[in-house]
């Protein structure tokens, strides 16, 4: 975020046991801060809430942390597999699961210790507006925090006000029921005083604090959850109960066992009313053909695997296909309205562009060798390669236009130097997979070489292939690199290997997302109508012809495969996927060992033939499902400080 935090002498090491402890003064040297100076002039506390959100980068998805990794979506190259994955499947086998547990509740701490010296302070300069906003920051941080705990772990504990020292471990808060959190953070963090306090906008000066807007959609995401198979009737351990803690109203229960359809009808109004705010006193507007964000605008027009961009109609799919792109590798001032709330990565966290740009770009000293290049370290599945649609706006399965079997991985008959090696798979695709995905002979980025495109050669371990020798541990697995992230505009210099590439906001929430709830609320009420409006809206962006209720009638889809697909495909990359599986209780399938297929890059070898290395091949990596994992355990140093905590199921 651009928060200038380095003048306020806040952090302390925090896990859950130490909230109830932790002292400002324990930390903080008296002859360089006190409490009094940080509530002493309003720039003070500005600063003070400011620090507040620093767990809003640190548990973000980005850059795709380890427990992220676990989705369908994308694997990881190299060593980074061989160590970080085996990392995030053993999390949940070590319980050693600190994981965003100490994160969040060390921030909502934070945010309980600025609530209480406001309360008790009067800063200078001051006014009650500023003072009502800090307040409903504060407040809006303590329920997104406890969302993320909410996602991760199931039911948590409630921490709504700072505990004092001598509080017993027999009065710990234990695990609360989950639609009591559920309530807790609509009801009382997110309420319409929180709301009514916070702008609607910020300026740039400000960009990335709450707002009325971003607030109301969590809101809306938190209920989407709520009302989904898992926490709605159909959570796989339905015996599992608090021990000594009972939640007011529920018990011992943890889980609710029926399902209860009127959580859907409190998504959509929620979803509902967000999208309205959004688009009307938060000025949000999804990024499309009649307002593309100006970053791009000396971008040339990109080669497109098979489509000919010297006709109208080539042009305009190519145009359409840069503009997707700088929706999220774009940000406010480009003209780009359509992020609702999202953090700008770094220090140590804003490697996650340089990770996936693909390796050797260009050499830039040849007496050394040395390159300017990336780790090509996040490549998308054959499953997120083949359920992006076709042109037809199908997917490839069901588009009886569109090669099948074996006949997917020939070559597509292109001619043009360069792009001879693209298979069929990879062309008369939908332009949302030209703007997320690049391939063997595929043009990675119109201007990346130094002002011309960078084709990709996966045949080459002198370019993007497979070479040990060449890469180290730097190599693309599967086959395929996402473009997601990087903007077309970057440029790398063949003077110095540097590049231009910029800061983008990685979005939290944005406009589309708004969209999908809206018609994922709809098609689970069997509004079928009603769900095609906000799913269609969606399609048309991305260059798609709307769908038509009979036709989601012949598709062999229903309207809630079609919602989850197409939610699948837009939000591809932004950390949505790992709980939307786990919430729909598709993760036992679609997270299963041996599931995740890419083509043959290391098993072909070194410098391959076309015929080695375009096959369909089951990734070498430990991916393994079992129910458990529906949740991270809790730490157990946790457990045996709090007896009133008990452990998810299954550890």
């Not at 547990?101 to 945010?111: E, K, L, M, Q, V």
């Given at each position: 975020?651009?928060?200038?935090?380095?003048?306020?002498?806040?952090?302390?090491?925090?896990?859950?046991?130490?909230?109830?402890?932790?002292?400002?003064?324990?930390?903080?040297?008296?002859?360089?801060?006190?409490?009094?100076?940080?509530?002493?002039?309003?720039?003070?506390?500005?600063?003070?809430?400011?620090?507040?959100?620093?767990?809003?980068?640190?548990?973000?998805?980005?850059?795709?942390?380890?427990?992220?990794?676990?989705?369908?979506?994308?694997?990881?190259?190299?060593?980074?597999?061989?160590?970080?994955?085996?990392?995030?499947?053993?999390?949940?086998?070590?319980?050693?699961?600190?994981?965003?547990?100490?994160?969040?509740?060390?921030?909502?701490?934070?945010?309980?210790?600025?609530?209480?010296?406001?309360e008790q302070n009067n800063p200078t300069g001051a006014t009650?507006?500023?003072?009502?906003?800090?307040?409903?920051?504060?407040?809006?941080?303590?329920?997104?925090?406890?969302?993320?705990?909410?996602?991760?772990?199931?039911?948590?504990?409630?921490?709504?006000?700072?505990?004092?020292?001598?509080?017993?471990?027999?009065?710990?808060?234990?695990?609360?029921?989950?639609?009591?959190?559920?309530?807790?953070?609509?009801?009382?963090?997110?309420?319409?005083?929180?709301?009514?306090?916070?702008?609607?906008?910020?300026?740039?000066?400000?960009?990335?604090?709450?707002?009325?807007?971003?607030?109301?959609?969590?809101?809306?995401?938190?209920?989407?959850?709520?009302?989904?198979?898992?926490?709605?009737?159909k959570f796989p351990y339905p015996d599992w109960k608090n021990?000594?803690?009972?939640?007011?109203?529920?018990?011992?229960?943890?889980?609710?066992?029926?399902?209860?359809?009127?959580?859907?009808?409190?998504?959509?109004?929620?979803?509902?009313?967000?999208?309205?705010?959004?688009?009307?006193?938060?000025?949000?507007?999804?990024?499309?053909?009649?307002?593309?964000?100006?970053?791009?605008?000396?971008?040339?027009?990109?080669?497109?695997?098979?489509?000919?961009?010297?006709?109208?109609?080539?042009?305009?799919?190519?145009?359409?296909?840069?503009?997707?792109?700088?929706?999220?590798?774009?940000?406010?001032?480009?003209?780009?309205?359509?992020?609702?709330?999202?953090?700008?990565?770094?220090?140590?966290?804003?490697?996650?562009?340089?990770?996936?740009?693909?390796?050797?770009?260009?050499?830039?000293?040849?007496?050394?060798?040395?390159?300017?290049?990336?780790?090509?370290?996040?490549?998308?599945?054959?499953?997120?390669?083949?359920?992006?649609?076709?042109?037809?706006?199908?997917?490839?399965?069901?588009?009886?236009?569109?090669?099948?079997?074996?006949?997917?991985?020939?070559?597509?008959?292109?001619?043009?130097?360069?792009?001879?090696?693209?298979?069929?798979?990879?062309?008369?695709?939908?332009?949302?997979?030209?703007?997320?995905?690049?391939?063997?002979?595929?043009?990675?980025?119109?201007?990346?070489?130094?002002?011309?495109?960078?084709?990709?050669?996966?045949?080459?371990?002198?370019?993007?292939?497979?070479?040990?020798?060449?890469?180290?541990?730097?190599?693309?697995?599967?086959?395929?690199?996402?473009?997601?992230?990087?903007?077309?505009?970057?440029?790398?210099?063949?003077?110095?290997?540097?590049?231009?590439?910029?800061?983008?906001?990685k979005p939290l929430f944005r406009l589309a997302e708004l969209?999908?709830?809206?018609?994922?609320?709809?098609?689970?009420?069997?509004?079928?109508?009603?769900?095609?409006?906000?799913?269609?809206?969606?399609?048309?962006?991305?260059?798609?012809?709307?769908?038509?209720?009979?036709?989601?009638?012949?598709?062999?889809?229903?309207?809630?495969?079609?919602?989850?697909?197409?939610?699948?495909?837009?939000?591809?990359?932004?950390?949505?996927?790992?709980?939307?599986?786990?919430?729909?209780?598709?993760?036992?399938?679609?997270?299963?060992?041996?599931?995740?297929?890419?083509?043959?890059?290391?098993?072909?070898?070194?410098?391959?033939?076309?015929?080695?290395?375009?096959?369909?091949?089951?990734?070498?990596?430990?991916?393994?499902?079992?129910?458990?994992?529906?949740?991270?355990?809790?730490?157990?140093?946790?457990?045996?400080?709090?007896?009133?905590?008990?452990?998810?199921?299954?550890?």
């Amino acid at each position: 975020m651009k928060y200038n935090i380095k003048n306020i002498a806040l952090g302390f090491s925090l896990s859950f046991g130490v909230l109830v402890s932790c002292d400002y003064l324990d930390v903080v040297p008296p002859e360089q801060a006190t409490t009094s100076d940080t509530m002493k002039d309003r720039n003070s506390a500005n600063g003070f809430i400011n620090s507040c959100y620093i767990a809003v980068e640190s548990t973000t998805p980005f850059p795709y942390n380890r427990y992220e990794w676990s989705s369908d979506e994308s694997v990881h190259s190299g060593q980074w597999s061989e160590d970080s994955q085996k990392a995030a499947w053993n999390l949940y086998s070590d319980t050693n699961a600190a994981g965003w547990w100490n994160a969040c509740y060390n921030y909502i701490g934070h945010c309980h210790m600025f609530l209480n010296l406001l309360e008790q302070n009067n800063p200078t300069g001051a006014t009650e507006e500023d003072k009502a906003r800090w307040k409903a920051e504060a407040q809006f941080l303590k329920a997104y925090y406890h969302f993320r705990l909410l996602e991760m772990y199931g039911p948590i504990p409630i921490v709504d006000d700072r505990m004092p020292q001598s509080t017993l471990p027999g009065e710990f808060p234990g695990r609360s029921h989950f639609d009591y959190v559920v309530d807790y953070i609509c009801n009382q963090k997110l309420n319409d005083e929180t709301i009514n306090a916070l702008p609607d906008v910020t300026n740039a000066q400000e960009w990335g604090r709450a707002t009325s807007i971003a607030a109301l959609a969590l809101k809306g995401r938190v209920l989407l959850y709520a009302a989904s198979p898992l926490w709605n009737g159909k959570f796989p351990y339905p015996d599992w109960k608090n021990t000594n803690y009972e939640t007011p109203g529920y018990g011992t229960e943890l889980v609710s066992r029926q399902e209860d359809m009127s959580k859907w009808d409190r998504a959509l109004e929620a979803n509902l009313a967000a999208l309205k705010a959004a688009e009307s006193v938060g000025e949000r507007k999804l990024v499309d053909m009649d307002n593309v964000p100006s970053n791009i605008r000396d971008v040339p027009i990109p080669y497109i695997a098979g489509v000919d961009t010297s006709t109208v109609e080539g042009k305009e799919f190519a145009k359409r296909v840069l503009m997707l792109r700088t929706i999220t590798s774009s940000n406010e001032d480009d003209g780009n309205k359509e992020i609702i709330w999202g953090v700008f990565l770094q220090g140590s966290n804003a490697w996650m562009t340089f990770a996936q740009c693909p390796p050797r770009v260009l050499c830039f000293n040849e007496a050394d060798n040395r390159w300017a290049d990336g780790w090509g370290a996040i490549n998308p599945t054959l499953y997120s390669i083949e359920h992006f649609y076709t042109k037809n706006g199908k997917l490839p399965d069901l588009d009886p236009s569109f090669p099948k079997g074996d006949e997917r991985f020939e070559r597509a008959g292109i001619l043009v130097k360069g792009h001879e090696n693209v298979i069929k798979l990879n062309t008369n695709r939908e332009p949302r997979f030209y703007a997320m995905f690049s391939f063997d002979g595929d043009d990675y980025s119109p201007i990346m070489k130094d002002g011309e495109p960078l084709t990709i050669n996966m045949l080459s371990s002198k370019a993007q292939g497979y070479g040990w020798d060449q890469n180290g541990r730097n190599y693309i697995e599967g086959g395929y690199l996402t473009k997601k992230y990087i903007s077309p505009s970057v440029r790398y210099s063949s003077i110095d290997g540097a590049s231009d590439s910029k800061n983008y906001a990685k979005p939290l929430f944005r406009l589309a997302e708004l969209y999908l709830n809206v018609a994922e609320c709809y098609a689970a009420k069997g509004e079928v109508g009603n769900a095609l409006i906000y799913l269609n809206r969606i399609r048309e962006r991305a260059g798609l012809q709307g769908l038509t209720e009979s036709e989601v009638a012949a598709s062999g889809m229903s309207i809630t495969d079609w919602v989850r697909n197409e939610r699948f495909i837009e939000l591809w990359g932004e950390g949505h996927r790992y709980y939307d599986v786990r919430r729909w209780l598709l993760a036992p399938q679609q997270l299963k060992a041996g599931a995740r297929e890419g083509l043959n890059m290391l098993g072909a070898g070194k410098d391959p033939t076309f015929e080695a290395f375009n096959k369909r091949t089951v990734i070498n990596q430990p991916f393994q499902w079992d129910n458990r994992m529906y949740l991270w355990p809790i730490a157990w140093t946790e457990i045996s400080n709090d007896p009133q905590l008990v452990q998810a199921p299954g550890y």
